[in-house]
């Protein structure tokens, strides 16, 4: 199993502001992800970030919204770029190969 | 393409009952499916996968589910529940072919509301 940790954990932040989400993984992983859970849904990937490359976006999510990076093999960052309340929503990072995933504890994001 | 359907999106349940929260999939190629717990403000936390073998698959917590590839569904039993189970229920899809992308697919959700 791997044991991520995501920081912050919460933040209240102002329409059209910036926020950088931070996700540590305590050994080398291959694939990070990133979903979004809405208030009462279920989660959605926004995108899959692979060290050294780009990152997949699933269709809905754009790079100029939600960019991400991946420095390293243990850390990864999704920015919430010219946030809106709609973008209010647990953020969670999650690892793992095809047959599982683990998953950080979120980051709780609301906007004003 | 996978999709995932919990019929139920609350069930309320006395404590000590036995409960079941019902998961239906679609999917053209074969899949594994997984069912993930979420505490009140948590994360995820997996309970039990299925990824080949035998069709019922036990998992933490008391928690089992059984895989019926006729049925489509991967339903999840637990024969007493706690009051400490009360948390949101996600099953969750991926497909089973080497070289696919690890996205999962999930569910709804369903909430087991545990009542004393």
């Known amino acids: 199993s791997a044991v991520i940790s995501q920081k912050p954990s919460r933040d209240i932040c102002q329409r059209g502001t910036s926020l950088t989400i931070q996700c540590q993984v305590d050994s080398q992983v291959t694939m990070m992800f990133w979903y979004r859970q809405q208030p009462g849904q279920s989660l959605t990937l926004i995108a899959t970030a692979n060290q050294g490359s780009e990152a997949t976006y699933e269709s809905g999510f754009v790079i100029d919204k939600f960019p991400i990076s991946r420095p390293n093999l243990t850390f990864s960052t999704l920015t919430v770029s010219n946030m809106s309340p709609e973008d209010s929503s647990i953020y969670l990072c999650?690892?793992?190969?095809?047959?599982?995933?683990?998953f950080g504890p979120g980051t709780r994001l609301l906007v004003l | 393409a996978q999709s995932v359907t919990q019929l139920d999106s609350q069930v309320p349940v006395f404590e000590e009952a036995p409960v079941e929260l019902r998961c239906n999939y679609s999917?053209?190629?074969?899949?594994?499916l997984f069912w993930y717990v979420q505490y009140p403000n948590q994360g995820l936390q997996l309970l039990l996968k299925?990824?080949?073998?035998?069709?019922l698959v036990k998992g933490i917590n008391g928690f089992e589910a059984e895989f019926n590839k006729s049925q489509t569904s991967f339903h999840l039993r637990k024969p007493s529940v706690h009051i400490s189970d009360t948390a949101e229920y996600f099953c969750?899809?991926?497909?089973?072919?080497?070289?696919?992308?690890?996205?999962?697919?999930f569910g709804t959700g369903t909430l087991l509301a545990v009542q004393p």
């Open positions: 299925y990824l080949s073998g035998s069709t």
């Open positions: 999650s690892v793992g190969g095809i047959e599982t995933q683990y």
């Open positions: 969750a899809v991926s497909r089973a072919s080497r070289g696919a992308t690890n996205k999962l697919i």
């Open positions: 999917s053209s190629v074969s899949v594994y």
